[in-house]
Structure formats: structure tokens, C-alpha cells
């Protein structure tokens, strides 16, 4: 099983262009969110997902969106990026009817220059 | 609303010395509690969980029991390795029924010289 991928691993924008960082699980997990993580601040939920076609913002949604038209894939899109934006964001998915706890990604390193 | 509270790190210790890293909860019901891990450049892992009060959970070496009466879930190790240098997040998830989103500490990370 490849569990959580997300892609790139890497990336570098320019401040006011989008993107899209894709996540991907094939554990059949109805539950995936986003989450950034930075210095000090632990991590932070973005938006998540209990079920295909539904979405919900977290705690600091502004500037992102996701949408989860199927089971596997919940893509995370920077409309605008901004300097504020540069993080590591983490991919996780976990089952919605046992409760082993998370399975994360490995991460996308964002700079905004 | 729920909360994680972790000790502060990062906590420094020598290989074979034991591990302690505090770990309280605020949360309504019996949610689950859960140690997860993180190796630099790397995604969170789990480590160990427990659902419900007086479980032990363990995996690795590391030991971790849900006190229900000190609302706690301490993360233990008798004797740690190089190998265990990482940060260590604390986390809850409510009980069946309520919200599906867990709460997590901030992390604690652990340096082990040799």
C-alpha cells in the first residue's frame, strides 16, 4: 500500500500565483484533511473532507480551497499565494468507521517569495 | 472546547537515560488519545493509542496510559536511543457521535546524544 502521497515534495512560488498540491490515499478513507505546520505553532487544520463531495473549512481556511469529488484524491488550491502561506502542509486520511488514528503524507515544503 | 497540553521541549536527554514527555487532555466524554511521531523531513506517524480510561497503549518501547481521574496520557521510555531524536505530538479525537476532527498538542521535540 502507498497510504497518503502527496506531490510535489517541493515548491517554489511567486507571490500571486496559484497552484495545486495534490493528495492522493488508497486505503478507501472516507476522512482526509489538510493541515500546515509551522515553527511554533504545531499544526494547523486547513480544510477536511468526511466524505466525497463533502468539504469543510477548519481553522484557518482563508486563501484556500479543496474539493473531493472522489474517495482517493482531496487537492488543496492556493488561489493567491502569499509570503504567509509558506509552510509544510500535511496530507492525512484515517477511516471514518474505526478510529486507528491518522495516516499522514509526507509532506509539500511551500516557499512564496 | 477540547485542548492538548504538552510539555514545552525540547527535552535533551542521553542514550539509555528514561523518557518522560507530559501529556494532559481537556475534552467532554471519553474521546481517544493517540502519541504520534515525526523524523525530520518526514510526515507524522503513529505511534501508540488507547480508547478508553486505564488502557495501555505501547509500541516500540514507548508506554503511554489513558488516566481518566488526571484527565492524562503520558508518553514513557525506559531507555532511549539516537534513534528516537524526533518531535512528539500528543493528540485526542472525540468520542463516536461528536466531531470528526482531532485535536493535537503543539510537539515536544526529544534530542538524544550518544
Known amino acids: 500500500n502507498a497510504g497518503v502521497t502527496q506531490t510535489p515534495k517541493f515548491q517554489v512560488l511567486k507571490t500571486g500565483q496559484s497552484m495545486t498540491l495534490q493528495c492522493a490515499q488508497d486505503?478507501?478513507?472516507?476522512?482526509m484533511s489538510w493541515y500546515r505546520q509551522d515553527p511554533g505553532m504545531g499544526l494547523r487544520l486547513i480544510h477536511y473532507?468526511?466524505?466525497?463531495?463533502?468539504?469543510d473549512q477548519g481553522e484557518v481556511p482563508n486563501g484556500y480551497n479543496v474539493s473531493r469529488s472522489t474517495t482517493e484524491d482531496f487537492p488543496l488550491r492556493l488561489l493567491s499565494a502569499a509570503p504567509s502561506q509558506t509552510s509544510v502542509y500535511f496530507c492525512?486520511?484515517?477511516?471514518?468507521?474505526?478510529?486507528?488514528?491518522?495516516?499522514f503524507g509526507s509532506g509539500t515544503r511551500l516557499t512564496v517569495v | 472546547g477540547n485542548s492538548v497540553t504538552q510539555m514545552e521541549g525540547p527535552v535533551t536527554l542521553s542514550e539509555e537515560a528514561f523518557l518522560t514527555i507530559n501529556c494532559t487532555y481537556t475534552?467532554?466524554?471519553?474521546?481517544?488519545l493517540f502519541w504520534y511521531v515525526q523524523y525530520p523531513g518526514e510526515g507524522l506517524q503513529l505511534l501508540l493509542k488507547?480508547?478508553?480510561?486505564?488502557d495501555k497503549g505501547s509500541n516500540k518501547g514507548f508506554e503511554a496510559t489513558y488516566r481518566k481521574e488526571t484527565t492524562s496520557f503520558h508518553l514513557e521510555k525506559g531507555s532511549v536511543q539516537v534513534s528516537d531524536s524526533a518531535v512528539y505530538f500528543c493528540?485526542?479525537?472525540?468520542?463516536?457521535?461528536?466531531?470528526?476532527?482531532?485535536?493535537f498538542g503543539r510537539g515536544t521535540s526529544l534530542i538524544v546524544h550518544p
Open positions: 493528540a485526542l479525537s472525540p468520542p463516536s457521535g461528536g466531531s470528526y476532527i482531532p485535536t
Open positions: 473532507s468526511v466524505g466525497a463531495g463533502i468539504t
Open positions: 486505503m478507501n478513507h472516507e476522512y
Open positions: 475534552a467532554t466524554g471519553y474521546p481517544s
Open positions: 492525512a486520511s484515517r477511516s471514518g468507521t474505526t478510529n486507528y488514528g491518522y495516516t
Open positions: 488507547a480508547t478508553k480510561a486505564d
